[in-house]
């Protein structure tokens, strides 16, 4: 992705070597903002307060966490206490605890010694598959955008309604379910983004809407309760967004909300894709609903509001009474019976066993 016109990842090795770059997103949209992560506990911060975000990204972050805390002290206790730390950080999205698992296979084997420059690169290694991995994503689902534009006919716009961030900014690079988007725009197809603001946190309306902004995508942010209106009302070619965990027989976990968008273009007659990258699959679930963690978060990000005052100051200001309990649900599960059909790496399967075991053969019988 470009930023102002210049190609950038979300996070980077620092130019001297010694620290992670990240974007912080909790200051976008109102100010861009990049912040050094220097140690263990900068790492797992930055992930739980959502500084990086988004379950490909959390995934590196944690990696490179590893890393800075390996450098510090390389010992087996050490490497088990930076699993411990990072992988509490957050519990929905399973690219965290797979990127951990990762770097735990490399590590233990090696010699103390040996494990600081073996986990660096691994990590480095981790990012540049991420950005592999979802351009491919983004060259098949670039198929399914066209598919879509000739049975429309072509006239008129590819109306696209997705939901919280699965873009450029919740992964290494190009995104999940925007990869698609943005090669199919770049092709010349007229796609228009129709942007759910997600609340509590707002990914949508702040970070999706900016993101498609500097890459010059049209787009139209709503309000989250529109998306059933809008596909009443033939408005909603199809649905696309991405996921923190998907379960081996195709339930997804996405942000809070994706299901009542899956059960309105069922309703509809609305393709409901998702996009998702191989290390989201969680292939030891079989039920989404009763097995995925669904990460409840502070009251105050749904009673509390964050923008920018027409002073130019960026304020945060309460919505609800005082006295109001407030419960924030960060996740929820879509049924693999919502899904038409799941956008990895290695091609497009139906949300079924069969369909993600026909892709990624080599786990037949694995349990995780
Ligand atoms: C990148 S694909 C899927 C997701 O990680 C995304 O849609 C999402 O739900 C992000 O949630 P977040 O709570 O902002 O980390």
Redesign the pocket.
């Known amino acids: 992705m470009k930023v102002q016109g210049r190609p950038m990842r979300t996070i980077w090795l620092e130019p001297d070597g010694q620290a992670v770059g990240i974007i912080d997103q909790t200051r976008l949209p109102h100010a861009f903002v990049t912040a050094r992560l220097g140690t263990l506990e900068e790492a797992a911060h930055a992930i739980r307060a959502?500084r990086v975000?988004?379950?490909?990204l959390?995934g590196a972050t944690a990696a490179y966490g590893v890393w800075l805390a390996l450098r510090e002290d390389a010992s087996d206790a050490a490497l088990a206490r930076a699993r411990e730390v990072l992988g509490a950080t957050?519990p929905t999205?399973v690219n965290l605890h797979w990127a951990l698992e990762q770097m735990r296979q490399l590590l233990e084997p090696l010699p103390v010694s040996e494990r600081p420059s073996a986990a660096k690169q691994r990590a480095a290694e981790l990012c540049d598959e991420d950005v592999a991995i979802n351009r491919a994503m983004g060259g098949h689902g670039l198929k399914l955008l066209e598919a879509a534009w000739e049975r429309k006919g072509r006239q008129g716009r590819l109306e696209v309604l997705t939901?919280?961030?699965?873009g450029w900014l919740?992964?290494v690079d190009w995104?999940?379910?925007l990869s698609p988007i943005y090669l199919a725009h770049d092709a010349g197809l007229p796609v228009h983004v129709w942007v759910d603001e997600t609340r509590p946190?707002n990914?949508g309306a702040g970070l999706t809407a900016w993101e498609l902004g500097q890459h010059g995508v049209p787009h139209t942010v709503i309000a989250d309760n529109v998306g059933g209106h809008l596909m009443q009302h033939g408005q909603v070619d199809l649905c696309l967004?991405?996921?923190?965990r998907t379960t081996a027989h195709g339930d997804v976990a996405?942000?809070i909300g994706t299901y009542l968008k899956a059960l309105a273009a069922k309703d509809n007659g609305v393709p409901f894709y998702v996009?998702?990258p191989s290390p989201?699959i969680d292939w030891s679930l079989r039920d989404g609903v009763r097995e995925i963690p669904i990460e409840q978060r502070d009251g105050t990000e749904l009673s509390d509001v964050t923008g920018r005052l027409a002073s130019g100051e960026v304020a945060t200001v309460r919505v609800t009474p005082e006295g109001s309990a407030s419960a924030n649900y960060?996740?929820d599960v879509t049924p693999a019976r919502l899904v038409t059909a799941l956008i990895t790496e290695r091609g497009v399967c139906p949300a079924t066993e069969e369909g993600l075991r026909s892709l990624f053969p080599e786990r037949a019988g694995r349990a995780s």
């Not at 975000?53 to 490909?56: F, I, N």
């Not at 967004?241 to 923190?244: A, F, I, L, P, S």
Request: glycine share 10%.
């Open positions: 959502m975000r988004g379950a490909p959390i957050r999205a939901h919280c961030n699965a919740a992964t995104g999940t379910a946190r990914q967004v991405g996921t923190d996405n942000k996009a998702l989201t960060a996740f």
